[in-house]
């Protein structure tokens, strides 16, 4: 059973950047990325990369936020900046083993973290 240990996550005042890690505990040849959930929200995907390179991402984290992995240590990375009071949610890591393009649907996903708490203020 693939495990996703999820880091980073934090409070920051508008404007301000963080960056999220995602650890697995082994290699995920295929898709890594994130969702967030706002309280009363349903879970969005904010961005997504698999293994080629090829990435997905949401309209509202297109300009702002960049995702990588460095798949020698099965970690994915999501660098937010310009954070919007908008962004505060919980933040969780997802892949998927299997399929060779990342949508950014939960029903692609097998594997979850726990989730790591971003918090935007004014």
């Known amino acids: 059973q693939v495990q996703l240990v999820e880091s980073g996550g934090g409070s920051v005042q508008a404007g301000g950047s963080l960056r999220l890690s995602c650890q697995a505990s082994?290699?995920?040849?295929?898709?890594m990325g994130w969702f967030r959930q706002a309280p009363g929200k349903q879970r969005e995907g904010v961005a997504f990369?698999?293994?080629?390179?090829?990435?997905n991402f949401a309209d509202s984290a297109k300009d702002r936020f960049t995702i990588s992995r460095d798949d020698a240590k099965n970690t994915v990375y999501l660098q937010m900046k310009s954070l919007k009071l908008e962004d505060t949610a919980m933040y969780y890591c997802?892949?998927?083993?299997?399929?060779?393009?990342?949508?950014?649907?939960?029903?692609?996903?097998?594997?979850w973290g726990q989730g790591t708490q971003v918090t935007v203020s004014s």
């Open positions: 990369m698999d293994s080629d390179g090829y990435t």
């Open positions: 997802a892949a998927d083993r299997y399929v060779r393009r990342c949508s950014r649907s939960t029903l692609q996903y097998d594997y």
């Open positions: 082994e290699y995920i040849p295929n898709c």
